[in-house]
């Protein structure tokens, strides 16, 4: 429990190590499903994996906004 409290953090307040480093973003989903082979991990690792998409989603509009007001800029 302690390790999944730590991974939510990493994800919620350092997402920006995955951006840039997909073996990184690999290797952490390699480890999710590994919880979800665990009894009673699987709950916690769907939680920690729907974060991650959650933070990417967030990213990725953040990224499309920063875009859009660059294109329309005088």
């Avoid at 994800?11 to 951006?19: A, G, I, L, P, Q």
């Amino acid at each position: 429990s302690r390790v999944c409290n730590v991974l939510k953090y990493w994800v919620n307040n350092h997402y920006s190590d995955f951006e840039d480093n997909i073996h990184l973003e690999r290797y952490f989903f390699a480890f999710l499903t590994e919880m979800d082979n665990q009894a009673g991990l699987k709950k916690l690792s769907q939680n920690i994996r729907r974060e991650f998409e959650r933070k990417k989603a967030d990213e990725v509009s953040k990224s499309s906004q920063v875009h859009v007001n660059a294109a329309t800029a005088p």
